[in-house]
């Protein structure tokens, strides 16, 4: 829905954390989402062998929601001690029950999962929002729904394995160490776990520290759908215990999603060892819009591309890349239409943009607006208003930006887009591979041709065509250069858990 209407009354307390959009006479009415239903304990142990214990010194640490700063919970922080529990439970399982069960057993395991998530599926939202500050309207209609989807689909493969690969025999790895980041908790949780286990590897899935709450909602689930103790273990605590997990000498395979600095020490600490190693690591992807492409589905694809879930994703279109000759009509449009996202309250309904991750996040980002600045690009933010509380940022939108620009070469990892121009198919593809990292990238135009062209010259290990940020368990991600390898998802991301003899 577009408000052209000039304002006459500032928003009332009534209608926190609705953005102003430079002037609507009348707002959407709150919606918030209830919570009542929600119970979140005061305390989560360490998920080891099925069971909740304390961490060995019994030590914790608070964790919060970033859209009001109030606690939610606290939550152990794990030791060495309990990094050598974890992977002793996690091999004993696999050595004992899981790798010994035949796939279509391990199927049904997984297609329980994904039944429990699909039920408990209202529950898992609202936590997922109130812990990592996302619209409830994207935890609820994306990340919640695409977590089951893997669960279903990854189900589907366990008892095929044998007739996939062709001359070749699958083995499971063994003890699998998972660490995962803070922007999409569960659904990289499930990105993770699903394939592992469908594959016969146990695993020890270590959470962002902002973000374990929905990683221990799912420990529940482990419980009621029956799961062997061991199977699936989740351990909380800061960078270092990741890293014990990574170098622990009974871990076989290694997964790791977040930025890429950690994971260039986790290839380091991998490197010489026998361990399988993926890595999914930060973007800086090129959205390039053609003359001939229609413009207000590329707008919705500009918006969904950098301002879905804050702008914290890995794949966001961060770099819009115009034609020069649509530049302006474009750019009106994409500010008028920025001026309609809601910012505030992210467990209300209306609401397009919630609360940034952490303050360090938010620090991070207003760090990078701030040199945006300074060096000389022209800044846009919609008059919207900012909650008094919580870690909030307006969607921002840059022009005159040059590609030498910090906001054209860093992972901001924000709403903020750094818009450029182009006049070439060619000019468009070196500008847009002039960047260390090669995740994704997209490409608005109506011709079926050019799309070819530009996908085939794209250093991006996805490239969306006439749409942005679609995922589908089906589907396999990753990056090059600086964003990783490996893939994750589809048949590729069974791969990363197997390996392959010649013949049988
Ligand atoms: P990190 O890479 O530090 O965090 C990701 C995960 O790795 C978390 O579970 C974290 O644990 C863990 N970790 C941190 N240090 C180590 C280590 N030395 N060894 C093993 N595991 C470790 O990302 P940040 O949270 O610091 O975010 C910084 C920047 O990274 C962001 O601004 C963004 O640019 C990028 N990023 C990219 C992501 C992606 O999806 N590609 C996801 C998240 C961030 P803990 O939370 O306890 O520190």
């Known amino acids: 829905m577009t408000l052209t209407k000039k304002a006459e009354a500032r928003p009332t307390a009534a209608s926190w954390g609705l953005a102003a959009r430079g002037g609507a006479p009348w707002e959407y009415a709150p919606a918030p989402e209830a919570t009542d239903h929600i119970q979140i304990r005061p305390e989560y142990g360490l998920f080891i062998d ?19 700063e109030e606690p939610l919970a606290r939550v152990a922080h794990a030791s060495k001690a309990d990094v050598n529990r974890a992977v002793r439970a996690a091999r004993r399982a696999y050595e004992t029950t899981w790798s010994r069960l035949p796939g279509r057993e391990r199927a049904k395991y997984l297609y329980r999962i994904a039944r429990i998530l699909q039920e408990r599926s209202r529950e898992f939202a609202v936590v ?28 589907g493969w366990a008892d095929k394995l044998d007739y996939v690969f062709p001359g070749r025999t699958p083995h499971s790895l063994g003890v699998a160490a998972q660490i995962i980041p803070w922007n999409f908790p569960l659904l990289m949780l499930a990105w993770k776990i699903a394939p592992a286990l469908a594959s016969g590897n146990t695993v020890i899935l270590k959470p962002a520290s902002t973000t374990p709450l929905t990683a221990y909602l799912f420990a529940d689930v482990v419980r009621q759908a029956e799961l062997p103790p061991g199977v699936v273990n989740i351990i909380t605590g800061p960078g270092e215990i990741g890293m014990e997990l990574v170098r622990h000498p009974d871990v076989n395979k290694v997964a790791f999603t977040g930025s890429t600095a950690v994971g260039k020490m986790i290839g380091r600490a991998v490197a010489g060892t026998n361990k399988k190693l993926t890595l999914e690591l930060g973007g800086k992807a090129a959205n390039i819009v053609f003359d001939d492409a229609p413009l207000d589905q590329a707008i919705e694809g500009i918006i969904n591309g950098i301002y879905f879930n804050q702008g914290e994703v890995c794949c966001a279109g961060s770099r819009l890349f115009v034609q020069e000759s649509v530049y302006e009509p474009l750019l009106d449009k994409l500010k008028a239409r920025l001026s309609t996202l809601r910012v505030g309250d992210p467990l209300d309904k ?3 943009v919630g609360a940034i991750n952490s303050a360090t996040q938010l620090a991070k980002v207003q760090e990078l607006v701030d040199s945006g600045v300074a060096e000389g690009a022209e800044i846009f933010q919609p008059d ?39 006049r070439t198919p060619e000019e468009a593809i070196e500008k847009a591979n002039n960047t260390p990292y090669g995740l994704s990238a997209g490409v608005w135009t109506e011709k079926g041709s050019r799309i070819f062209k530009m996908v085939a010259a794209m250093k991006a290990g996805v490239v969306w065509a006439n749409t942005f940020n679609r995922f589908d368990p089906t589907s396999p991600f990753g990056g090059y250069k600086e964003s990783g390898y490996g893939r994750e998802g589809g048949l590729h991301g069974l791969t990363a858990y197997l390996s392959l003899d010649a013949g049988s």
């Open 350 to 352: 209306n609401t397009d």
């Open 384 to 422: 919207c208003e900012l909650p008094t509380r919580g870690f909030f940022f307006r969607p921002t939108l840059f022009t005159g930006v040059s590609q030498s620009h910090r906001i054209a070469q860093e992972e901001i990892f924000g709403p903020v887009l750094s818009v450029l121009t182009f």
């Open 50 to 68: 099925n069971a909740f214990l304390p961490a060995k010194p019994r030590k914790t640490f608070t964790v919060i929601n970033p859209a009001t």
């Open 128 to 155: 997922e929002t109130m812990n990592s500050g996302k619209p409830i309207k994207e935890s609820r209609d994306v990340d919640v729904p695409l977590a089951a989807a893997h669960f279903f689909y990854y189900a």
